[in-house]
Structure formats: C-alpha cells, structure tokens
C-alpha cells in the first residue's frame, strides 16, 4: 500500500469518526423527541421507541407562537446576510483592489476585531440602541451582527485571486471603482457571496443571547428566544427540551444540505483550509 493511499484512509477515517461524534448526539435527540417522558427516564437508557408519538411537538407549538418566531428569524437574518454580505464585499474590494496609504494596517486591524468577545460589546450597543428607539425592532436585532471580519476576510481573499489586468481594463475604459465592483468583480466572487451569505445567516439565525436582550415583546421573538421561553412553561421535560431544539435547527440542516456545495465551493475559493 503506497503512502498516499494510506494517508487517504487515514484522513477518510478521521473524517468518519467526526461525523459519528456529531451525528450520534443529533440522533440522540431527535430519537428522545419522540419518546415520552416515562421511557426516557427508564434505566438503562435504550434507542428503541416503544411509545412513539408526537405529543413533545404539539406541546412546544402549543406553547407559543411558534410561526411567528420562524418568519421573525427570517426576516432578521435575512437581513443581516444581506448587509454583512454587501458591506464585507466592499470592504473586501477596497482592501484589495484600492491601493492607498495604511491598507495593510487598517486590515490587520479589522483582523484583530475577530479576537474581541461580542459580550464585551453588548452594554454600548444596548444603551446606543435604546437612545435611537430601535430595541424591539429587526434592526436592533440585525445591526450589530452585520460587522463582521471573517466576512471581510473571505471576500479579500477571493478578489486577490482576480487578475489585476480586468481593473486596469475597466478602469482604462472609464469606468469607476464602484463600477467595477459591481460589474466585474461580484459576477465573478459567487462563491465567496454563497459562502458568507449561508455562515452569516446560520450566525444570526442561531444567536441567542443578543436577541434575548433587545426583544422585549412575545411577538418580536426569534426562534431560539421564544422556545427558551416556552421551557420554562413545562420545567425540566426531556422530550419537550429536544423536539424544541430539533424544531430550532430544522431549518438550518435543511439549508446546508440544499447548499452544502456552495459552502465549500465558496471556501476552496478563497483558499481557507
């Protein structure tokens, strides 16, 4: 057996034992949210569903608004994909394309931004949001996500790959720089756009904490918040916890596997590893 295809099995069997480790505890809990809460607590524990029904679902839906709360993680973080991904490829393109004095600096800065903690940042942009009257909103929600160097990162990285010759043609023939970033270089960093446009939506569709600051109102809720409320309703119900957090990421692995080709069609792009 050569090395290379000993390295193959290797790399294949590594990559096997981490979809094992993330698929088992995914089963796990969408094997309990069909369980009642009699087998659950049965020892030992078992896979088998003796009693399977969906009453752990109807509890959760019954207990909240729960159609609401998925249009409003929609619509929150359809817009901060939208923003993050127009306001990161700009930024990107500037610093790729644009030669001006500090470029480097300023983008190591930005870099740097990746190491600050998003808690650090919560009070000053609670206090700035409550002073403008936009708690409560999508906005409030959508705003603070949209900064975002990892996605300044990706685009930077796909448009240094972009010939320089195509600028300089495009700027010979007059056209300015916000032209040639609309018209020459975001047809070509599709990819790129997929890519940050599928992560950015996870992130605001996952987030928490932040929207559990700004959203005081039951019908404002995104999805996370308003299933962490509808909990507390039932305690501590093993099979309610998990068919509320299978209805939480239902959407999202629906989404990666109509677009998991993107997603890495966009990584190998930019040449992250």
């Known amino acids: 057996m050569s090395r290379t295809s000993l390295f193959n099995r290797v790399c294949t069997g590594v990559l096997i034992a981490f979809a094992l480790v993330w698929l088992i505890p995914l089963a796990w809990a969408v094997d309990t949210a069909f369980k009642s809460e009699t087998e659950i607590t049965a020892h030992p524990s078992s896979w088998a569903v003796h009693d399977f029904g969906f009453g752990a679902f109807r509890q959760v839906v019954d207990a909240g608004d729960i159609g609401r709360w998925y249009a409003n993680s929609l619509v929150a973080?359809?817009?901060?994909?939208?923003?993050?991904?127009?306001?990161?490829?700009?930024?990107?393109?500037g610093l790729s394309q644009v030669r001006f004095r500090g470029r480097a600096g300023l983008f190591w800065?930005?870099?740097?931004?990746?190491?600050?903690?998003?808690?650090?940042?919560?009070?000053?942009?609670?206090?700035?949001?409550?002073?403008t009257g936009l708690?409560?909103?999508?906005?409030?929600?959508?705003?603070?996500?949209?900064?975002?160097?990892?996605?300044?990162?990706?685009?930077?990285?796909?448009?240094?790959?972009?010939?320089?010759?195509?600028?300089?043609?495009?700027?010979?023939?007059?056209?300015?720089?916000?032209?040639?970033?609309?018209?020459?270089?975001?047809?070509?960093?599709?990819?790129?756009?997929?890519?940050?446009?599928?992560?950015?939506f996870v992130w605001a569709w996952n987030n928490f904490l932040w929207p559990l600051l700004v959203l005081t109102s039951t019908r404002m809720m995104t999805i996370p918040v308003g299933l962490a409320t509808t909990q507390?309703?039932?305690?501590?119900?093993?099979?309610?916890?998990?068919?509320?957090?299978?209805?939480?990421?239902?959407?999202?692995?629906?989404?990666?596997l109509f677009f998991q080709r993107r997603i890495v069609e966009g990584i190998a792009g930019t040449g992250l590893k």
Do not use: H
């Open 232 to 256: 507390s309703s039932y305690g501590i119900r093993y099979a309610e916890l998990m068919a509320s957090s299978v209805l939480g990421g239902l959407p999202l692995i629906v989404l990666f």
């Open 135 to 200: 708690l409560n909103t999508y906005w409030s929600v959508a705003l603070p996500q949209v900064p975002n160097a990892i996605a300044v990162f990706v685009f930077k990285q796909f448009f240094d790959g972009i010939p320089r010759e195509l600028v300089d043609a495009a700027r010979a023939d007059g056209a300015s720089w916000l032209r040639v970033y609309w018209q020459v270089f975001m047809p070509l960093c599709r990819p790129a756009v997929s890519a940050v446009a599928i992560f950015s």
């Open 109 to 131: 800065f930005l870099m740097a931004g990746i190491m600050i903690p998003p808690q650090v940042l919560m009070i000053p942009q609670f206090l700035e949001f409550e002073k």
């Open 77 to 93: 973080s359809t817009l901060t994909m939208l923003l993050t991904v127009f306001f990161g490829s700009l930024a990107g393109f």
